[in-house]
């Protein structure tokens, strides 16, 4: 009896670990940079020669950024720098930063609608 019990409710968690894992699809970079999900959203934190690029999908597909401000702001031991993110096209840029190896990278978002999000990346 104990041992059907545990079966069960083990397949029941496996199971439901499943559905959460596929519920926002793959976290796959599409453009060569790390995703975290966020408010059901997915962003991608890109480095370019300027600075920062975030792409942000709404499952699967590409959200465009209008309206959407913050600051991006990256912590590399002592050393921390910050940046605005603007919208730019189908991406929110950051200027002036750069991200390095063993970084913690963490964007502070406010959608077109006012609701705040918070995104963490590690650089590796």
């Known amino acids: 009896m104990i041992k059907t019990i545990l079966t069960a409710v083990t397949l029941g968690l496996a199971v439901a670990g499943t559905n959460v894992a596929m519920a926002h699809g793959g976290a796959k970079p599409k453009h060569g940079g790390i995703v ?4 059901d959203l997915s ?13 942000v999908e709404d499952h699967g597909k590409p959200l ?11 912590l590399k031991g ?3 720098s910050e940046a605005d993110l603007v ?3 189908d991406r929110l840029l950051a200027k002036g930063i750069t991200l390095q190896s063993g970084a913690k990278v963490v964007a502070a978002l406010t959608t077109a609608g006012k609701k705040a999000i918070t995104v963490r ?4």
């Not at 975290?36 to 408010?39: E, I």
């Not at 962003?43 to 792409?55: H, K, P, Q, R, T």
């Not at 465009?64 to 990256?74: C, H, I, R, W």
Request: charged fraction near 15%; hydrophobic fraction near 40%; charge should be neutral.
């Open 64 to 74: 465009n950024p209008a309206g959407m401000s913050g600051k991006l702001t990256v």
């Open 36 to 39: 975290q999900a966020s408010s």
């Open 78 to 80: 002592t050393e921390k």
């Open 87 to 89: 919208p730019a096209g």
């Open 121 to 124: 990346f590690a650089i590796k």
């Open 43 to 55: 962003f991608e934190l890109v480095a370019n020669s300027d600075g920062a690029i975030i792409y």
